[in-house]
């Protein structure tokens, strides 16, 4: 079968008039300013997909930048039953290779990215600089607490100093902390990084007896001990930087977001603290049972409320940066038989306690 | 069976050229395939989406019956990417990182690093431009033939520095000329194949429309900051200099909603002078791209672009209300207008001798335009 067509030799942008000729093993291609050559039928491109209506553009493999172009339908047709793949069918074998290897790269990029996360930041929390965790500690800080009142910290106020020494008797393992009391809309008590601990008045209110806020005080301790907030923060930062770079060093997550992210520990974390408050209350002769009541008091209340608030709800209480659970209230026990528990705080310094924002 | 060559020589003085852009279908299969994988990859596919764009726009424009080629691929444009954030993006967030880290937020060093990255990316803006251009050309191939630029990016880029801060030491006078550099070293470095285009010209001509619009800039800026200030001076009751007194006394904050106001007014008069001063310019971009045009040869070929502001302004508004409000899916068919608007608005007068545009030697690179990414400045 023989067509006419126009011919681009790849050298020059000269067009050639070329005649087509279908032989067994290829397509003849000859003109009058062109040399007969036989091009392969395996080795023929299709640029465009073939299209009813539109001339079929082909080239070679083995002649780049070649461009033959053929208008006459019946021939174009002619030449697909000879070389299939022009048709523009979608080669299912190298389809499915591909999305086997595109599943393959994003487990794989899965795997590493969450094993990092994971392991990772919790390793740089205990090499990272004083100076470093206390520059951390002071934007976490300034976000977090905003324009509301520091009450006291255990620096200068004497009523949170004693009860900052009451809880390290007996602890010489304990890290060096420091405890602030804001007047600050929220309940919640956190631990930042470099070894600040922030309470708020509203849990100082809500609790009964001394023994509740030292239970609280001591689980942020198991925070510091661990460095988990350090972590966090490490863990946080690693994830906008995922993001830049999937993104191009695009857009960065927003400030709201990575905070929940930083002050969210996982159920690991929270039972590390847990363990953590549970030693260092026995050894302290502190009753344990005072961290479980309150923990049973904040299940109740945060019950009640239900969740709802929207994000700033969500961040103000206590069950969202710790969640409580009926499992982590179990785990709780009490003093072993033969401690005596001694008093956290005079009935005269708790009183002090509860009105340190007044 | 027509064994007849279609360019036609005119008694051996070469070939005529025309430019047609020939809509077909897809480019909407394209663009809704794009958006969706654009989201479910988390913009990673935005590599693969730009080619599939080119290759659909690039074959609507003919050139003497010829449809232009894309043959760039996704592949390419991600491993540029990934280059260009590994050497340059990374280093940077991590220094910086660091540099907040053990100094703290508000040290004055962090001012100083700030300022030093602002100079290395205002050097490193042309060598993205540049690089661009000559990626798409290197892929770009018409009737097998490819494109080039064959200058050096860092040459340009250097210019490219010094144009932006000559621009700012002379309140803007000295751009046309140096765009007229900009526009006579990028355009003298094309090449379709071996054949190279010309540009010569000199850039008064520029100033009439560039004086124009730089008095109409100076003037609505002025009038909307007098209409910024009435209106403040009505909204305070009548009484600007108790108010600006009540405002600057430092013992009583001015109440919040007095802030807010403000802060909206200032907000809204920093849109509307943004918004009127680039519709402003827009009469002097399509004047500077049709002369720019005219300064423009190839072989014996001269080119006409008849850009006017009006119409430069309606493609533009035109494309911007697209893109919004079909939260960007459209964005194809923006581009699609844009080339479809130079294609109709040029005219070419003159022939090439089409044998001596011979295919071009020069090297292809394995990725492209990283940088431009980055900066978000590939154009197409």
Known sequence: MHAGARFFDGETARDHAVTLELLPEGLAIEGPAVARRVWSFAGLIAITPMRAGYPLRLGHDAFPGARLVVTQESFARQLVLSAPHLAGAPNLK???????????????????????????????????????????????????TGNGKLCGTSADNPLLRILSARLQEDNPEAPPFELKVYDIDILNAFALPGGRIIMTRKLIDAAQAPSEVAGVL???????????????????????????????????????????????????AEREADGYAQDMLIKAAVDPLGLKRFFEEIKKLEGRQGSGGGLFGAMSDMMSTHPVTDERIAAIKPLPQGVVARPVLSDAEWAGLRQICE | MDLRAVDAEENGFGTTISIKYIDKPGLGRIALLNALLFVATLTLYRFWAKTNVRRHIWSC????GEPLEYTGRGRELFLGALIVFGLFFLPVILILAVLRLSLGPQHPLLVVFNLFLFLIFLLFWGMALYRARRYQLSRTLWRGIRGALVGSSWTFSLLYFATSLLSFMTMGWSTPAMNLNLQERMTGDMRIGTMPFRFKGRAGPLYGAYALCWVISLVTFILLTLLLVWGVYSASGGSLPTFLR?????????????????????????????????????????????????YTTLDRVRFRL????????????????????????????????LVRYLCRRISIHGTVKIDRIMQSREPLGRTGEGLADAFDVGGI
């Open chain 1, 94 to 144: 190298r389809a499915g290779r591909l999305a086997a290897i595109i599943v393959a790269c994003a487990l794989f990029a899965i795997g590493v990215t969450y094993g990092t996360l994971s392991y990772a930041p919790q390793a740089l929390a205990f090499v990272l600089p004083e100076s470093w965790r206390d520059n951390l500690a002071d934007q976490v800080e300034a976000t977090f």
């Open chain 1, 218 to 268: 001591a689980h942020e301790i198991g925070h510091v001990y661990h460095r988990h907030a350090e972590a966090q923060l490490i863990r946080a930062m690693g994830i906008e930087l995922l993001l830049q770079v999937i993104s191009g060093g695009g857009d960065s997550i927003s400030g709201l977001a990575g905070l929940l992210a930083i002050l969210r520990y996982s159920r690991d």
């Open chain 2, 61 to 64: 424009v003919h050139i003497n």
């Open chain 2, 246 to 294: 009540d405002y600057a006394k430092t013992d009583a904050p001015p109440s919040q909603t007095v802030v807010i106001v403000t802060l909206l007014a200032l907000f809204a008069g920093f849109m509307i002078v943004s918004a009127l001063l680039a519709m402003i310019w827009t009469f002097y971009r399509a004047r500077e791209m049709a002369i720019f045009a005219s």
């Open chain 2, 306 to 337: 008849d850009a006017t502001g009006a119409s430069l302004l309606g493609l533009v508004l035109g494309n911007l209300l697209l893109v919004i409000f079909t939260l960007g899916i459209a964005t194809p068919f923006a581009q699609q207008r």
